[in-house]
């Protein structure tokens, strides 16, 4: 049995309509987690740029993947030996809307890139105006320290679905960047559904969310049992999460919940 933990960060930051300020943050939080061991950071949704309420800036400051935002996180994952995974604000086809990406960055460059699915059409807010819906693929993983890794962002949450095929192409930890809007109940919603996914499939997830005052803040690392073991309040931080692996293997001869299911997800 493995007795080697991963280091999985979590950076809570208030991303501004400035990718060059959002980048100086990114790498203070980054070498700030780098320093306490983590091999892996998760950043917010729409860390390269944000603004609010949403304008025309957005496609003015969206890049394309080999963009200067993307070669700045690839250098500083090879100067910290680290996974990045951080929101993009990524050129869409039509040039007036955006695509909500997040990017998984190593020393070697992109390592996996996931379009958020579901927008946040909902609670007063119209993203899908801005945003161009991603297309639904296989789901979007990596591999480091050992374990497997997958992506979703946000409102994705309010969807099982997208955790479910996460744990069925064997991921052992998902990582959620998001901002996730304050709100009546929000914060609950937020903490529950968290924990809903880690517990349901039996495995680590790590979420990044923006600060109040928009985000609801509470950034953290939950466990297989749905335990948070690691978390941020609402301050501009980074907290790491020293993750056993095997803690994966002990919880599913516990509960077989994935091998006992009876219902596949299929798109719609």
């Known amino acids: 049995m493995s007795h080697d933990t991963v280091g999985i960060a979590v950076a809570q930051f208030a991303p501004v309509a400035s990718r060059a300020d959002n980048l100086v943050d990114i790498a203070a939080a980054a070498r700030a987690a780098a320093a306490r061991g983590a091999r892996v950071t998760v950043f917010p949704e729409y860390s390269s740029y944000f603004v609010d309420p ?21 250098a500083l994952a090879s100067e910290l030996d680290m996974v990045i995974v951080a929101g993009l604000l990524e050129k869409a086809d039509d ?104 517990i349901e499939n039996t495995f680590f997830v790590a979420a990044a969310d923006h600060p109040p005052p928009l985000g609801v803040g509470h950034s953290m690392v939950i466990d297989p049992q749905g335990v948070t073991v690691a978390q941020i309040g609402t301050a501009t931080d980074v907290v790491v999460a020293h993750i056993d692996p095997d803690a994966i293997a002990r919880v599913r001869r516990v509960n077989p919940a994935l091998q006992l299911r009876r219902f596949r997800v299929t798109p719609r």
């Not at 992506?151 to 955790?163: G, H, I, K, S």
């Open 95 to 198: 040039g007036r809307r955006v695509r909500n990406a997040v990017v998984a960055v190593g020393a070697d460059g992109i390592r996996s890139v996931y379009r958020k699915l579901h927008l946040y059409d909902a609670f007063g807010q119209r993203e899908s105006d801005w945003v161009e819906p991603g297309e639904i693929a296989p789901p979007q993983t990596f591999e480091a320290g050992g374990l497997r890794f997958g992506l979703m962002t946000c409102y994705d949450l309010r969807f099982p679905e997208v955790a479910r095929t996460l744990a069925d192409a064997g991921v052992d930890v998902a990582l959620v960047p998001a901002e996730w809007v304050r709100g009546a109940l929000k914060e609950h919603h937020w903490r529950t559904l968290l924990q809903a996914r880690a």
């Open 54 to 74: 949403f304008d025309d800036t957005l496609a003015e400051n969206a890049e394309d993947l080999d963009g200067p935002f993307v070669r700045a996180l690839t």
